[in-house]
């Protein structure tokens, strides 16, 4: 079977912080850039200012690697025997023996997977909600014992209002 792959949805909100991180990083390479020329021009034997400049620049340059890494790489992964999440440089892997279930909250638009009976172990799936199908068929059909269930708007307010 092949290696399917489902890119990450990113939310308006995560889109923005990630905009704003880049911004953030432009403006502290152009700061530190700035002030580096200034520096340039006076006193080169401070060892603190030296550090202070290679520092700034370093974590401008880490904090842009590490959101164009969520941009790029954020994905799920299901191969022959697990589901991978990848966010950015961060991986996690699940073995599919130990997938119990996997649920479709229509209500909340959201899918998630289950590793236990209890449903305190689990993996919400943030893709396209076009890819739901997609993914909940692949999923089972490389483990069949994976059960697949949904719930509709109204049984998710009726759950809510049992909690309280």
């Known amino acids: 079977m092949e290696i399917k792959r489902y890119p990450f949805q990113f939310s308006t909100l995560m889109s923005l912080l990630i905009a704003l991180g880049f911004a953030l990083c432009a403006a502290g390479l152009g700061l530190t850039t700035w002030r580096f020329i200034n520096f340039l021009s006076g006193d080169l034997s401070s060892v603190y200012e030296w550090l202070q400049y290679i520092l700034l620049y370093f974590v401008c340059i880490l904090l842009s690697v590490l959101l164009t890494a969520m941009l790029i ?20 892997k699940f ?7 996997v649920h479709l909250f229509r209500g909340s638009n959201k899918l998630a997977v289950y590793f236990d009976d209890f449903k305190t172990k689990y993996v919400v799936i943030v893709v396209k909600e076009k890819w739901y199908d997609d993914f909940i068929k692949t999923l089972t059909a490389r483990n069949e014992r994976i059960a697949f269930s949904f719930s509709t708007a ?11």
């Open 73 to 92: 790489r954020s994905q799920y992964v299901i191969t022959e025997k697990e589901l991978i999440v990848q966010f950015g440089i961060i991986r996690q």
């Open 95 to 101: 073995s599919l023996a130990t997938v119990y279930s």
């Open 154 to 164: 109204e049984e998710e307010e009726e759950v809510k209002r049992k909690k309280k």
